[in-house]
């Protein structure tokens, strides 16, 4: 069961004076139940790819398949779930509860089973039922993004894409997202995040895929990520090579801050026992 890109190119505006090569034979597979990060420069193809996955863009060459279906038939949006960059944009229902419903309620589900579904999905992102009847546009930027993301839920997609999600986020709402994340991870649900914010989700993510200029640049796990000398580093890895570099015998593959911490702690007891 995967995602899988064969040799995609995918041009914007073929045939016309604005044409836009995007992406250029990109070959990608996410297996299901995999957390994988995709970060990249702006501009690089990182939005185009995702809306691949879907079937909301069909390559101009190559092919998309999701659980070996192509991902242009239908009923691919049930599998893979996109929230897209400004999920605020996403919301448009009278109220919270009828904005989750909408999109269970489009694939046939209606009565106990919808409402178990809507109430499962707010639960899950810790909407508070209080806001079930508000109106979304009455709802913090950091709400509206929750309720966003019940909405997919709701559908019970098995790959969950989501296109920067933790931008814009006070810090409590971006941790509370991680949280959020994680957990649906470990219910076995592939979670495909599109961000910048490479640091935060490192310690989440199986795969980091990099894309430069519509191409992969980089494909590898977080330890060969933060090995590799070609990619951006999350300040507590650079921070660990710098102390190597002073000579402080401490490992310098670390991308998370309490395995850091941990790190940090060990060696400076090595170094008072040896001073006693
Ligand atoms: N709707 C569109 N019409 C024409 N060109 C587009 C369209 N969307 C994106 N592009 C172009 O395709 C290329 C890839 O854009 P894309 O949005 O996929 O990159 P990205 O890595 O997601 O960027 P960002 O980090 O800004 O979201 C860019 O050159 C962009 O200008």
Redesign the pocket.
């Known amino acids: 069961m995967s995602i899988d890109v064969k040799n995609v190119s995918f041009s914007?505006?073929p045939g016309t004076s604005l044409e836009?090569l995007?992406l250029q034979n990109v070959n990608l597979s996410i297996d299901r139940g995999e957390f994988i990060l995709i970060g990249?420069e702006?501009?690089?193809?990182?939005?185009?790819l995702i809306r691949h996955f879907n079937g909301l863009l069909r390559p101009s060459s190559g092919s998309v398949s999701v659980d070996g279906v192509e991902a242009h038939v239908k009923s691919i949006r049930k599998k893979v779930g996109i929230l897209f960059?400004f999920p605020q944009n996403q919301l448009f229902a009278r109220s919270v509860y009828e904005d989750v419903a909408f999109g269970p309620a489009n694939f046939g589900e209606k009565g106990d089973e919808l409402r178990k579904r809507v109430t499962k999905a707010l639960k899950m992102v810790g909407v508070r039922e209080e806001l079930y009847e508000h109106s979304p546009f009455t709802l913090s930027g950091g709400e509206m993004r929750l309720v966003a993301i019940a909405g997919v839920l709701a559908i019970r997609p098995d790959y969950l894409v989501l296109d920067e999600p933790l931008s814009g986020l006070d810090p409590e709402h971006r941790e509370s997202l991680l949280e959020i994340l994680k957990s649906l991870h470990m219910q076995g649900i592939s979670v495909i995040v599109v961000s910048h914010l490479i640091a935060d989700l490192l310690p989440l993510a199986d795969k980091i895929i990099l894309?430069k200029k519509g191409k992969i640049s980089f494909e590898g796990s977080p330890e060969e990520y933060v090995k590799s000398t070609s990619t951006p580093l999350p300040e507590i890895t650079s921070l660990m090579k710098e102390l190597k570099q002073k000579g402080f015998d401490v490992r310098d593959d670390i991308f998370d801050v309490e395995e850091a911490l941990n790190e940090i702690i060990r060696v400076k007891k090595e170094r008072s026992g040896s001073m006693q």
Do not use: H, L, V
Not at 42 to 48: A, E, H, N, P
């Open positions: 914007y505006d836009r995007a990249g702006i501009g690089s193809g990182k939005s185009t960059q894309m």
